[in-house]
């Protein structure tokens, strides 16, 4: 028996709900790793980057909200737990401890990038199935692509 | 060498770090929970259970974000990263897919609960380390104690 | 003589005023019927329903000036008379009287679901003759979709 | 068996439920027709009657709601469905399709002459019935009357 | 020697100012019988019933504070002290400790219900000696009708 | 040929045109004074008394507009020119020049407490004719009542 | 002996008494007509013209309160009293009664015009007198002379 | 079978409950006496005072709301009924009727003295107990020292 | 060397970097005209089109950022240098000096209308090469397609 | 015939209006090649830069419109359109594409300095023939010498 | 080698330098003295001083900040360090321990009357030399002005 | 004759009013340092940096209130006069003259380490005398250690 009815139908349902579900857990990762070089950073650009983070982090957390909604507004229960992250999440980080604001900016760059990757993959997959959730996977690309830009902008010249 | 100096001794860094870095883990899993059985929630009190749960997200998250400064300012890189988080959370949380009011009702006591113990110890533990970092795990006990009342609360009958 | 011109072509017109104005129909009932039940409600679940039906009248009315507003703009004028929506608008709605919340409940699930379908056919419909228009129907369905569940998972279960 | 009980006794209920009831019809037609002339106003005041347009839809829509959860409180089930307001709205309103600004002062200048007119004599009636429900009406009645005069002050010279 | 002279002639004076103390105590208490509630409150309906009586809270202190200075401002000094409002106050409350949801719906019920009636007879001896008071009253009587009201709904079918 | 129509019969309106015009004059000349006390107060309370001033004007001010539009909504062009105000404005008022505070405090409860009793006169006179009237004038005496017991209250004891 | 002592010398006393006494008396004058007008207006533009006077009067109200201010702070009492304000008053203002927005309009530019041949004549003469006085008179210029304009421009052609 | 459950364990409970409970009636109590001297009060600071009163108040209705909440956190049900209030408090407060403005201040310095020695007691005595109890009365106490500074402030010299 | 790196393919980034850089250049002439009407406009609808206007700026102002924004995002610089504005804007707009308001409504219709056809075809031009920038012409076309029509509405009849 | 009368003599007219319309020039070309730096910027400031810029934008759109709606008040068209801003504004931006972020500091110390002293050549200009735009002129290079010497600031040592 | 380059010539420089550094030293003076006077004040008026201290002290806060970046924008570090406040400053201050409040009223209007008859002769010096520090000068003086009425008034009659 | 009462005993006051006063003299000092550095910083990260340090004068500024303010409720009276501060404060500051931004940060870190040693020292001190006292100090010494971190951070590698 059904809990929550989709109103999309059998067939659309299985792509839709893969795409929600691993934007998902890229944008939940996102935040973490946000985070985590959000507090960990270190060098004269500290506070600059800092800050910069934080709206990465801001929007991450949003739109995973609304992504989550999104897969439970279509009768498929959304998984953002630990135990899920950590397994399924593949994106770029920082590593443990203390580290370097240019090496922050790389990998928020290379990070930003690969999500963008997988989202305009699955902005193509969606186009038939749900036009709804395409337009979520849409906006979402915007924000990263813009976010992307702005690390990578910050990030030059490469050696500096 | 030091990256971020630190302003308690030596003696008092362990306790102090220990008490921080897994009160940063409690957070982030409970933020993460949180969110988890917001959106898998069912049953007729949706709605007001739903809303609770973003409350307990967003003290979560904000006191995350402290104790990881606070971390920081004493020199000690704190770790939320998805891995960390993944394999050193031990609350309970809800199970995968949705999930029955009732259920989320008693699965948030017992969370909150745990959490609540394991602080009330590194209260204790801190006491002399640092009474900085003591007053700010008696801030967050005050608020995950009111929280679990609510929710203790709105459990009555038990079996209702 | 035309009073306000068009933007888009003659061949596309009819299809997107067409569509237009149905879903203008269905808002300004929805946001009526809305009302009805925020008002007449009874039963031990009030205060949540009540404030969750604000939600969807607030909705509907902010979108129903949107999709009015674009009928004019695109030289169609919109018609949104007391007369029109009484014989225009079929969704389902309340029964006169007093309302039981579980009934309250399961009837806006219908009408929404209703909504939600007639808002599909005419985002395909309007693909080829519009996309400005047919992107105003994806974030009317997003939205529309997540109200649904809300009350859906509320629903649950069934025969509560 | 009462749903919902009266804080007034058997006789004051009826004429104070017909002054609710019909004063609840009339607003929300206003609010419709309201909208009806700001979507489809042309002429060389459209901005100006735009916006003050949107400020009796404003009140209509804002009084309909303290008016209907008046009745509710005195235990009588208002009736705002889509059929009903069709049915029982007699005020004048604009045509279908565009009409000009001149057209439109003139037509709400009538419209809430006649709503006030109808407010006045439920006033009188409601004096001895529920001086609660009467001076919410005159409440109501100084808003209309405040609108009208704006608009009349605009139709001057009648011929302009 | 009068301290702070009042406005309205000496034969008006001792009701209004009867009206409005006994309308004072009533208020206060209510304000704090509704606190004990928002407090004691256990039950499926907690967050719900918690800030509905808040929302009761809320309007009785703000009219209580209005109901003094205005009897001051009549040069009828008003009494609010603990003693006078332990020894005036009524109205039905809740019961000592821990009080489960339904209870509390039905005693403010009751509680508003008799405030409500005792107002309705001030409304009527007030109206010769000083309409701005009556004013007043009606005011209040309107809101603690909407309070009532919204819980008389909650609290069906009675048995529930 | 009437320039704006009025909405109450033809017996009515003189009655409730002299009541609001002289209002109109009352509250405007409220208003000067109440400045003019506010820049040429001297003494001890200056500050307290500067500022309570404001509050008198604000009001004044206020009353000022909704009186002159309720006039204008009724048919009968209001009238606040310099040159009226001075003739018809009949209140006591600050002399010229620096003013002590006692003084201004004295002034004050005599000014207001003369505008209250013609004020109380209206709201009789206006019973019959238009009790939206009749409403409006209610609320400003509430308001200067409140006002005057305020500095009454600051005058005691009277020789200070 | 000096009640609020001044900051300038004995000499320019005379000169920058006069200038801000005459330049109080205008704004508060402005401020009179200008809610007149903004009471009186009919015509088609009567929506426009009666948003855009308020805009004077507030400006004009808030610049005679600094204007008093300043004149206090310099050790001269201002005088706003009603009869003051009639007697000196001298700048064009409306007719009794219902005004037509083309004459509105065309009474605004010619009332304002003259107020700033004033205001330029006075700062001239405070040049020398007192430069913060002249900073100030400078202030209210640029702003009559923009609502000048405003009007100016909504009166073109002349004729219309 | 308990209602709520407590997260301290049994010995520390009845220190703890103690102390929450005679704070709540503390500040119910000083919340109530606080109004009656904003209300009652008279002579030449009555604007001062009457604002600070509130300032008391805001701050002891607050703070009730926090202790209440944290008592039943505790598992403890808080006890603020009206009878409760009347029988359990013993600060000292105004008397009936109109009082002097020395005479307010005096009153609110014993008052708010006799409130701190009796926290300062319950801070000691709970240290052991719970420090999270304790640290939300050491809030308490800071704020009504400050509060009891500024009225000691104002009351000097004594005899003034 | 890259600077800014770009994520999408090589194929798809000419259509749309001149899609956005023509767009560009488009809003920040629109902006341009739009504040030289808004200054130099004239007539009895002046205060309407003036605010009007200001609007169409904003509009054209706040998409400029975006659209240049997401340029720099594709790794293309956006150029919005006043010489290539000058040389590359091709919309019609005010001529030199004061502007009759009928005129000003007429030039503001043609400009958007000439914009909207443009952005027309760039979202048909983006369909295959980027969906992401395709969505943000998608809403900036509906904005100027609102703004059309309501000074198209404000312009009839044609002749007045 | 003249349009917009001037409020001051024909002889002042010349110079003051000469100096409103470079500024304007100047401002809306600061206003866009402020933005071409925001947009094209890269390197390890990026972030600090590109807010700093924004806010050099606001200021020159603020004050832009303020000295154009000055110089209509004065009875002078001004013009800002593309092609005015094109061949008129002559002072230093950054070059087409992406620019070094200590090349955009470089530019804009450069091009607020050339700024500034035209600025401060029109201030002496202004003196006598119109007080009211010196003092406008004034304002305004204190805003753009406050900018200069931040990026001034920015820029040390000079070779960094 | 200059660090930030002036935009006023050499002569210029030391007058406007001079100028600023003293204003700078006699604001952050009496934002001290202001403070300590808002600690230290005992006596009836103690509330109403107390708050007006804040506003002086938040004015010298603000006109310190301004005059300080003024200084730096003209290539001239200004100099705020404590002890060049305390060997620099010159005003009148209230005594160390408890003030009454007469007494700080007497020491406030003596403070800033000094502190206006340094800065009306820096107006006179800085005149020629920077026009735009002038009018800086010109601002701070009209709110000293306004600060020192405001405590004069309250200081009448002198011995009170 | 005591001033202000003291609420503790005799024995505490001397480490209290100790750790007061020192604290006061602390927080005064690092706001008018944490100033002089913002005026006078120059280098690359001249914005960021100026940001960071008006936070450090913002928190200095709102605790020396609080801790003054706390001083005067336990009866010791403050002394934050500008010949107290300079002879008091002995935290390493900024050098004279303009600094680079490496250097500033420098200073920052060594000067807020400092007051965190001298803090951390008064909490211990505090600990029997003053509970409240203590917990204060606690709260600024969080807030210290994290402003110190984030210069610290920035200050990362040491040489840069």
Redesign the interface.
């Known amino acids: 028996m059904t809990?929550?009815?989709s109103?999309i139908p059998e067939s659309a349902r299985q792509v839709t709900g893969d795409a929600l579900q691993s934007t998902l857990v890229d944008l939940?990762?996102l935040s973490?790793?946000g985070?985590?070089a959000h507090?960990?950073?270190?060098?004269?650009?500290?506070?600059?980057?800092?800050?910069?983070l934080d709206e990465v982090v801001t929007a991450a957390?949003e739109f995973?909200?609304t992504v989550?909604?999104?897969?439970?507004?279509?009768?498929l229960?959304?998984?953002?737990?630990?135990?899920t992250?950590?397994?399924a999440?593949t994106l770029p980080?920082?590593k443990?401890?203390?580290v370097?604001d240019?090496e922050v900016v790389g990998v928020m760059v290379e990070s930003l990038?690969a999500a963008?990757?997988r989202l305009?993959e699955r902005?193509t997959a969606t186009d038939e199935a749900d036009?709804?959730t395409?337009?979520?996977l849409?906006?979402i690309?915007?924000e990263l692509?813009?976010q992307?830009?702005?690390f990578?902008?910050?990030n030059?010249?490469k050696d500096?």
Chains 1, 2, 3, 4, 5, 6, 7, 8, 9, 10, 11, 12 share one sequence.
């Open positions: 809990v929550v009815k109103t939940l990762g973490l790793i985070k985590q507090w960990n950073l270190v060098g004269p650009r500290f506070r600059s980057i800092h800050l910069q957390r995973s909200d989550a909604e999104r897969s439970a507004a279509l009768g229960p959304p998984d953002g737990r630990p135990e992250i950590a397994s999440f980080g920082p443990e401890g203390w370097r240019t990038e963008i990757g305009r902005i036009p709804v395409q337009d979520l849409i906006t690309t915007a692509e813009k992307r830009w702005m990578d902008a910050e030059w010249p500096s």
